[in-house]
């Protein structure tokens, strides 16, 4: 089923605060097959917390996260994550197009700080695959 144009625009509720600890940043770097020894969080932890709001759009939304594709993102930041920041994400859903029978969906996340502050913006492209075709045997 197609996505509903009329979201283009909408904005989705805040996912719940985010707490930035040392453990957690920690921990996504570890991840990476780094090592963490402290100050300012990777320019990419954004995610962790703004993977909370795109799963609050997709259950607001009704769309299955195992059709969904990333197709790109991308964090502009206006000054660095560090331990102790609590942050909130807001997505919003900018663009909507169909090629080839998928959804293309452009969102921003507004990351910001315990005091409202905007931390980054973050854009993404998420691809929701389109019915697949019985007659192709997928």
Known sequence: MPVDPTIVGRTYPP????EVTVD??????EATGASYDGG??????????????????LEAEALDLSRIDHGAQEFRHERPVVPGDVLTVAL???TLRTIGGNDIIGTTSAVTDADGALVCTGTATLVHRGPEDPEDGA
């Open 15 to 18: 996912a719940p605060p985010h």
């Open 24 to 29: 957690a940043v920690r921990a996504f770097v």
């Open 40 to 57: 300012p969080a990777p320019a990419t932890y954004p995610i962790v917390p703004a993977f909370s709001a795109m799963l609050t759009f």
């Open 92 to 94: 919003s859903v900018a």
